[in-house]
């Protein structure tokens, strides 16, 4: 069985996958002056990013992309100790590249070489390489085992664009950017019960099964 945990956010996305302009349009505010500005501008830009977040929430993966990383206490299904188990995978959510494994045994932290990265699974995951198992970790290290990797959707402009943002998506955090804006006098974070029922029939197709929401 994959082994899913949630990864922390090692660098937090730079680009939005919805530009003002377009959070603009969408609200249908109109906009003065040159360059081109509305009362609202910094209200709408932290709503964008608060929007996406509950889009990636509810979907379980990374939108805008943005570099996690996953800790385990051991490889699933690998060797610690003396205890060898049926190999499992790593499940890496919204992965568009890997940049580093790295696992602590009784000599030290190593990186890992070898392995097999197969994104034809959804989520996509990480395995042992061919013939060979887990290495071997340290009984007490916590996460002793650290995968980083690259996660999201390639933004508008990106070269290769390998996974582009899918339309819906791309609607659906619109539909909740609406939501957040007309309710803006609101105290409390929206809850995944109020994002509007057609951001979820958008954003549903591209569920995973671990998402929490």
Known sequence: ?????????????????VSLAEARLHLRLDVYDSPAMHPDDDLVTAQISAAREVAEKF??????????EIGLDEFPGGTVGSCRRAQEPIALPGLLSLLSVTYVDGTGSHALSSYQLDQFTNPPTLRPAAGEDWPIVSEDTANAVRVRYLAGYTAQGDLPDTDPLPSPVRSAILLILG??????EDTAPITI?????GAKWLLRPYRLESALA
């Open 1 to 17: 069985m994959t082994i899913f945990k949630l990864p922390r956010v090692i660098a937090r996305p730079t680009v939005e996958p």
């Open 59 to 68: 979907i379980g993966r990374a939108i805008a992309v943005q570099t996690l």
């Open 193 to 197: 019960e109020e994002i509007p029922m």
């Open 179 to 184: 939501h957040l804006y007309e309710n803006r």
